[in-house]
């Protein structure tokens, strides 16, 4: 891990960065996972937070690759499973 996020600022940015997201700020939370994926690129909740703000914003092929990132490092991640049920479901009501 290295960058100008260190390991014990990780968790807290996270937390900030749901707290944003919670507040229908997807945008700012979305920049601060971007933060802690740039120094633990395989951290599991900025992903899934990151790909949630992802499918929110309209974005859905970034929300796509950042939940196959999860699976490669937990692939019975539940929440993320949930998110890519929930995605195929908004999909299919398109």
């Known amino acids: ?55 929110v914003a309209g974005r859905a092929a970034d929300g796509a690759t950042l939940l196959g990132r999860i699976f490669s490092v937990d692939p019975d991640h539940a929440p993320a499973l949930v998110t890519f049920g929930d995605a195929l479901a908004v999909k299919g009501e398109q």
Do not use: T, W, Y
Not at 34 to 43: E, R, Y
């Open 1 to 55: 891990m290295g960058g100008i996020v260190g390991n014990a600022a990780v968790n807290p940015i996270v937390s900030q960065a749901a707290e944003h997201f919670a507040a229908g700020r997807p945008d700012q939370a979305d920049a601060l996972c971007a933060a802690v994926l740039k120094a633990d690129p395989d951290h599991v909740p900025a992903l899934h937070l990151a790909a949630v703000a992802a499918f």
